[in-house]
Structure formats: structure tokens, C-alpha cells
């Protein structure tokens, strides 16, 4: 069964923090999707429309939002960057095919749920979080989130609500080139890990960003934290 594919309306399209752009999109009348799962856009080449390539971007918004929000990392030349910052305006029209993936939050578990995530990773976590929540999940969820400096993190306010809100929740920022006020946690977020859990035989664990950091990460849980394979979870981004 082939998954269907839509064209859909640019609802807004902004830079939100150092070299991140977030657009929403209107969502398609019948879409529906699970926490976790991304979508593939038609992205065409800087120099030539008529080349098109496919690329993969995490659902951020969760199923229950009225549109479907997306947030990318720019990188300079890059395709699917120049697409974003120079040709998606509010009201343009972009093609998407999905959702896809099984990068989805495992509830027949008992354990508790730690999310580390590095930049956009956060964008699966934001879905999964806000649906959870919303639906009454109890169990502690945990958010390890890394940046290189301040003005690289986004989304912290809403987190930060979500936190004051839901006692079962709660956020733990790192920066890896701090500030000398910085009071938060401090290094790469291999490091922060064993800062915030006492315990990786309660937790089910998910992991998103850059490859190496997820491979480090998964390295760690299953050789020196003792994860068992059925409770770790990852998705790499480039």
C-alpha cells in the first residue's frame, strides 16, 4: 500500500534561535500519525527546481495540534537549508508524503521514560512529551537537552511550563560551551547522563540528534549502564 501524499500550505515559516528555522504547515484533512514519526518533503535542488530529492524532518506537533510543525537546523549550502530559508513563505504550497518511522514511545512498558536529545533531536520528544502528558501519563519522563551555547536552545519556555504543569516531568539543560554564568549542567550530554539518573534499570530510554552523539550514547547504555536492548531507543539525524 503505497503512504499518501499530500500538498500543504506554509502557515508561517521563522528563525527561532541560532541557525534553527520552525515552520508549521496546514494538516491535511484525514492525516493522522503517532508521536515520533516524520514525514519525507519534496526538496528541490538551489540551482535546478526540476531536481528533487526527498528529505525526512520529525513531526514536532503532537497528533491533538491543529497543524503540523517541523524545526531544522541550517546548514550553510545545504538543500533542504536553502529550501527552508529562501524559498518557504508563508502561504507557499509543500509537498510531504508519510508519516513514516517507528521511533514511537514503548507504553507497555513500566518503566520510566528519559529522552536525550542534541538540537532539533528534541523534535520527536516535543510530540511524544505534549501527547503523553495530555493524555495522563503518570511515570516520570526525563529531558536531557543539549546545546553548544545558549543561543542555540529553543523551545525552553514551553518546556519549562510543560514542567511547572505536570509534576511527572522535568527538563535538564546542558551546554557544552557555557557561559561563565551559566548554573545549569555543564558538558556534553554523555556527561550529564549519569548526573541525572541514579538508576537505568527504571528507565526507558530514547535518544535523538547527531549520529555520534547517539552512538556514544548507545554505546554507554548497553556496555557500561546495563540498558537492555528492549529499552533503548534511537533515531540519528545528519
Not at 501519563?137 to 551555547?149: A, C, Q, W
Request: proline share 5%.
Amino acid at each position: 500500500m503505497n503512504t499518501p501524499k499530500y500538498d500543504v500550505t506554509c502557515s508561517y515559516n521563522k528563525q527561532i534561535a541560532r541557525d534553527i528555522w520552525e515552520f508549521a504547515l496546514t494538516k491535511p484533512e484525514g492525516f493522522t500519525f503517532e508521536p515520533g514519526q516524520f514525514v519525507l518533503f519534496d526538496v528541490p535542488a538551489p540551482d535546478d527546481p526540476s531536481d528533487m530529492q526527498t528529505r525526512a524532518f520529525s513531526i514536532a506537533s503532537s497528533p491533538g495540534e491543529d497543524e503540523l510543525l517541523f524545526v531544522a537546523k541550517i546548514l550553510p549550502g545545504g538543500r533542504a537549508s536553502v529550501w527552508i530559508t529562501d524559498t518557504i513563505k508563508e502561504g507557499s504550497t509543500v509537498s510531504l508524503q508519510g508519516p513514516f518511522g517507528r521511533f514511537l514511545l514503548n507504553t507497555e512498558t513500566k518503566n520510566d521514560y528519559l529522552f536525550i536529545c542534541t538540537s532539533t533531536g528534541n523534535a520527536p520528544f516535543r510530540s511524544q512529551i505534549i501527547h503523553s502528558l495530555q493524555g495522563g501519563e503518570k511515570r516520570r519522563m526525563d529531558l536531557i537537552y543539549g546545546v553548544r551555547s545558549e543561543d542555540r536552545f529553543f523551545w525552553v519556555e514551553e518546556f519549562e511550563a510543560l514542567a511547572k504543569k505536570y509534576e511527572n516531568f522535568h527538563l535538564h539543560l546542558s551546554l557544552s560551551d557555557p557561559h561563565e554564568d551559566w548554573s545549569k549542567y555543564h558538558g556534553r550530554v554523555q556527561v550529564v547522563i549519569e548526573e541525572v539518573v541514579a538508576d537505568f534499570s527504571t528507565k526507558n530510554i530514547y535518544i535523538c540528534g547527531h549520529p555520534d552523539m547517539t552512538n556514544d550514547v548507545k554505546k554507554l547504555c548497553l556496555e557500561d549502564w546495563g540498558v537492555e536492548k528492549g529499552e533503548l531507543h534511537v533515531e540519528g539525524y545528519i
